[in-house]
């Protein structure tokens, strides 16, 4: 990207996600074949059930080829994505963001149009931490920590 500091994040897949993922569809899957008992009702609701488990793969436990590995943070709205199987690719950011303790949701805009979904075990503390903090404030955290209170700097 350019010279100013990037932080680069690598993923880890997320079960606890995933299965997430899997249960919400499976639940829709059946509400449409108790809806619609007919046998095209009972298919489409298969099929369904069969998205989530692709969307699991592909989103939560990071298989597809597509899949982000790595996020390469840049300042206010930059984001350098690396899937599984390309390179680094610069990502232009919506200014719709979700940022909560337990996931980050980023959407990118222009040709690019992602949207990326980070859950807490999907990287370490300190990583989340920092992905929190820059997608609130388009800002990395400072290298070192402030000390805490009670503690000796």
Do not use: N, Q
Not at 63 to 84: I, V
Request: one cysteine or more; proline letters at 6%; glycine letters at 10%.
């Amino acid at each position: 990207m350019s010279g100013t500091r990037t932080l680069r994040i690598d993923l880890k897949p997320s079960r606890a996600f995933a299965a997430a993922i899997v249960a919400v569809h499976a639940a829709a899957g059946t509400c449409i074949a108790l809806l619609w008992p007919a046998p095209s009702g009972i298919a489409i609701g298969l099929l369904v059930a069969g998205l989530g488990l692709a969307a699991a793969r592909d989103r939560a436990l990071l298989r597809g080829r597509r899949s982000p590995r790595a996020l390469h943070l840049e300042g206010k709205d930059r984001l350098g994505l690396e899937a599984a199987g390309a390179a680094l690719s610069p990502l232009r950011l919506d200014a719709r963001r979700y940022v909560s303790s337990l996931l980050v949701v980023l959407t990118g805009r222009g040709p690019m149009r992602r949207t990326i979904v980070v859950t807490g075990d999907m990287l370490d503390a300190e990583a989340f931490r920092a992905l929190r903090l820059w997608a609130l404030w388009g800002r990395l955290p400072d290298a070192a920590p402030l000390p805490r209170v009670g503690e000796i700097a």
